[in-house]
């Protein structure tokens, strides 16, 4: 059977798993659409949160990434994994004692304050959208490139199929579908992984591979073998980073911070059964990602040393397959400087910006491009990062039921961390929006109905930005990390930690940190992008990193003014030592 | 409208219901119980900072003289044993806070 066929069939057979699923698990209650009826086993829950949070960034993007950029990558992997690290040990077990449905349900609550509710809805949906748009654009490159639809096809398709679950089930609906999406996503992973440590290193065990030595009777280890080379051709090396330290600091702690204040994430810890469940879910959760991410640094290094090897000095007219597939799909473009009909592969960009293709084609076959060439770097080829991991297979030349795989996993990566956005988007919505500010008369079964409403809305919007990204979404995807750290984590720490912040403090501090992040961010990516290098960041912080300002902006700006207004009323006081304790987390759930 | 949530619910006396203890009893054995939680917490934090921001990057270049297999040491924090650490922090805490939690009598 060829690879296409295998691909409709793998990716044919995970949906239908997906919409028998949805049909199994319909919604009954408010209860069941918001939080699955509390009653989620952490294990379950873990393998769900795991799958919600690992999106197509995680699935498609971080290895490469990680292979171009070497030591620097560990932003990613630290940042991403160190969160859950505060989220077991400061928020989750708290706010499932708390046990109510949303996070702004949290904030509305413990600062007995319609406004803070509402600014907490506004952090929430200017969070979750920038990260769905992120998603879609992952959904779109494994249709155009696999299933040969155009991305528009490709992205209604996978909204209709959101559409069922996450409209029909809910919570419900999501959390089972997420546990089958976990389950392809990590096979889809891991078996191209051990196959390629298994060639590279002799090893299969990426984890253990990275560390070995390459088989090449060169007696190098890999990342030896990666350094040296990578030198040779003016790259730095590749355990060394070009990140300044205070960046890399930065960039880390506002994306384990900002992990720690995502509200899709969160929200997965209201559905177990207990308190004490939320802790030991959490870390199951970390297991199952971990097992990706630990993964990843191997697949990425392999992958840099495979494309080298592969492409560096090999004449462009006996390309292998991929190369010229992905150079259809426009992700990979190759510029003959020398005229000698070999592709080599430099430091350095090989043109301007990436590629506008003329549409004719040059003397060894090479689509031609109308960048600006770069006379600077001997660099002759372009490659978008994101490939690396879906080119994985390819580039190994592993057998076609692998490929299958990984345009399977992708789209199960992407699809999860979709349905888990929209249905924070829609409960905040419906529930904080409508139920607790402004029509607090509404029926339990008008909820829902809204609900559902609201969830439609999200995807039609959410399809509407994968069709027509605009050009600033995939740049600040990674920025809804900063914008969670900077807004919603310390007003949910210090509304566990502290009996005397009060609604005024914590408002002028979630307000405060998200103007200050959004500005910076807005103005170094969307109204001076030439401004955006090192000498004018702010003590030489970059915008992804800067959340973590932004986040102790707001602490300090919360204790000032909850020091100059009236303490918390003593119904709060009470809250507060009633969530400290885990005992009765069964009836909190039932008001 | 006033600012007033109209969902904020009766405080959550469950803890205590019940229970033969008078008020300030109660309240000594949660206050006992929660700064054993906090001394438990800021260990385990520092253990979490240590592993990530200590070995992964401020310590980096210093760890990297030393090797594990063909792992420079502080690369291998940075990359593989952050994350590891991480996994044992969040269930050490579970099992360490149920102990704690049955020692106060107030485990879920």
């Known amino acids: 059977m060829d690879t296409q066929t295998l691909i409709y069939i793998f990716v044919g057979l995970s949906f239908s798993l997906y919409i028998g699923i949805a049909i199994w698990s319909r ?21 769900a949160t795991a799958a919600d949070w690992m999106s197509a960034a995680s699935f498609i993007s971080m290895a490469g990434i990680i292979a171009f950029s070497g030591y620097d990558g560990s932003v990613y992997l630290m940042g991403w994994t160190g969160g859950y690290v505060m989220l077991a040990l400061l928020l989750a077990p708290y706010l499932r004692k708390f046990g109510q449905f949303t996070v702004p349900d949290f904030i509305g609550t413990r600062y007995y304050s319609k406004t803070a509710r509402v600014v907490a809805v506004i952090c929430l949906i200017f969070i979750s959208f920038t990260y769905i748009a992120g998603q879609m654009r992952g959904v779109g490159i494994v249709f155009s490139r696999f299933l040969d639809v155009p991305i528009t096809m490709g992205v209604i398709i996978g909204m209709g199929i959101v559409f069922f679950y996450a409209v029909l089930g809910g919570m419900k609906g999501i959390t089972y579908t997420q546990v089958a999406q976990y389950c392809v996503l990590i096979f889809a992973y891991m078996v191209p992984a051990f196959f390629i440590s298994f060639l590279v290193t002799g090893n299969p065990i990426p984890q253990l591979g990275l560390g070995s030595t390459v088989n090449d009777g060169s007696g ?22 070009s990140k300044s330290m205070i960046d890399v600091f930065c960039i880390t702690a506002a994306l384990m911070v900002g992990t720690a204040g995502l509200p899709h994430v969160i929200v997965r810890f209201f559905t177990v059964p207990k308190a004490s469940d939320a802790r030991k879910s959490a870390g199951w959760a970390l297991i199952f990602i971990a097992l990706l991410y630990t993964t990843a640094p191997a697949v990425g290094a392999f992958a840099r040393i495979n494309f080298i090897e592969t492409v560096d000095q090999t004449e462009y007219a006996k390309a292998p397959a991929w190369f010229k597939n992905w150079e259809s799909n426009d992700l990979i473009a190759w510029t003959d400087k020398n005229g000698d009909g070999k592709m080599e592969y430099r430091s350095g960009n090989a043109f301007a910006g990436s590629p506008e293709f003329t549409g004719e084609t040059g003397a060894s076959g090479e689509r031609l491009i109308a960048n600006t060439v770069n006379p600077d770097s001997e660099n002759e080829v372009y490659v978008d990062r994101d490939i690396m991991v879906l080119a994985n297979p390819e580039i190994a030349n592993l057998p076609g039921w692998v490929i299958a795989l990984v345009a399977a996993g992708g789209l199960a ?19 904080d929006l409508l ?42 995807v990674a920025f809804a990390f900063g914008l969670a750290a900077a807004s919603l984590f310390p007003a949910i720490f210090m509304g566990i930690f502290s009996k005397s912040m009060n609604k005024e403090g914590a408002i002028a501090g979630m307000v405060s940190g998200l103007v200050f992040t959004f500005s910076y961010i807005a103005y170094f990516k969307l109204i001076a992008p030439d ?61 | 409208m006033t600012d007033n949530d109209p969902s904020v619910p009766e405080p959550n006396d469950s803890t205590n219901a019940g229970g033969p203890e008078t008020d300030t009893e109660t309240n000594s054995n949660e206050k006992a119980y929660w ?15 240590v592993v990530s ?4 990057i401020l310590f980096r270049d210093f760890l990297d003289q030393f090797s594990l297999g063909g792992y420079p040491l502080g690369f291998w924090f940075a990359q593989q044993g952050s994350i590891y650490v991480f996994v044992l922090l969040i269930f050490y805490y579970t099992w360490k806070m149920k102990k704690i939690e049955r020692k106060y009598d107030l485990d879920d």
């Open chain 1, 220 to 241: 190098l280890y890999v990342l030896q073998k990666l350094d040296l080379v990578l030198q040779d051709m003016g790259f730095g090396a590749y355990t060394d980073g």
């Open chain 1, 435 to 476: 139920k607790s500010t402004f029509r607090p008369q509404i029926t339990e079964k008008g909820e829902l109905l809204a609900a559902r409403i609201a969830a439609t809305a999200a995807i039609i919007v959410a399809g509407y930005l994968g069709i027509y990204p605009p050009g600033w979404v995939a740049q600040v």
């Open chain 1, 531 to 591: 401004a955006n290098i090192a000498a004018n960041w702010l003590f030489g912080i970059s915008p992804e990193g800067i959340g973590v300002i932004g986040m102790i902006i707001n602490f300090a700006i919360a204790i000032a003014v909850s020091k100059m207004t009236d303490s918390p009323p003593v119904e709060v006081r009470k809250l507060i030592d009633s969530i400290r304790v885990p005992r009765g987390a069964g009836d909190a759930a039932t008001h």
């Open chain 2, 35 to 49: 700064s054993e939680n906090i001394r438990l917490l800021w260990t385990l934090m520092a253990i979490w900072f």
């Open chain 1, 413 to 431: 990566a992407a699809l999860s961390t979709a349905a888990g956005l929209l249905l924070v988007i829609s409960s905040s919505i419906s529930h």
């Open chain 1, 27 to 47: 919604a009954g209650s408010t209860k069941e659409f918001y939080v699955a009826g509390g009653g989620v086993n952490p294990v379950v829950n873990g393998m």
């Open chain 2, 53 to 56: 921001f200590g070995a992964g």
